[in-house]
Nanobody
Framework: QVLPVEFGGGSVQAGGSLSLSCLYP???????RGWFRQAPGKEREGVAV????????LYAESVKGRFTIARDNSKNMVYLHMSSLKPEDTGKYYC???????????????WGQGTQVSVSP
């Protein structure tokens, strides 16, 4: 089974920007791609999701206006552009393949290994 692969994590100071990329396997039936994150000691939470068809998207309240999700269907890529980063954005970010425009994990099947994002004060 081929799983999504995330790229682009790193360390940044508060107020800075960082972009993540996700390469997902082609020929997957599910038409949604989501970004999730998990901070140390906390449960994983949905951050943003995008539909591959019409590009409809959904964001967690905590990232609205700061994060932008985008896709390039020709490259099987999904991106998460993050700006005005805060220390509370620190965590491991995962890309996942899903069947609904939802931030609920139950709608997602294939998960990447994650990439670490650290935001210092």
């Amino acid at each position: 089974q081929v799983l999504p692969v995330e790229f682009g994590g790193g360390s940044v100071q508060a107020g800075g920007s960082l972009s993540l990329s996700c390469l997902y396997p082609p020929y997957i039936h599910e038409r949604y791609r989501g970004w999730f994150r998990q901070a140390p000691g906390k449960e994983r939470e949905g951050v943003a999701v995008i539909g591959l068809g019409d590009g409809s998207d959904l964001y967690a309240e905590s990232v609205k206006g700061r994060f932008t999700i985008a896709r390039d269907n020709s490259k099987n890529m999904v991106y998460l552009h993050m700006s005005s980063l805060k220390p509370e954005d620190t965590g491991k970010y995962y890309c996942a393949v899903g069947e609904a425009l939802s931030l609920g994990e139950r709608y997602y099947s294939d998960w990447g290994q994650g990439t670490q994002v650290s935001v210092s004060p």
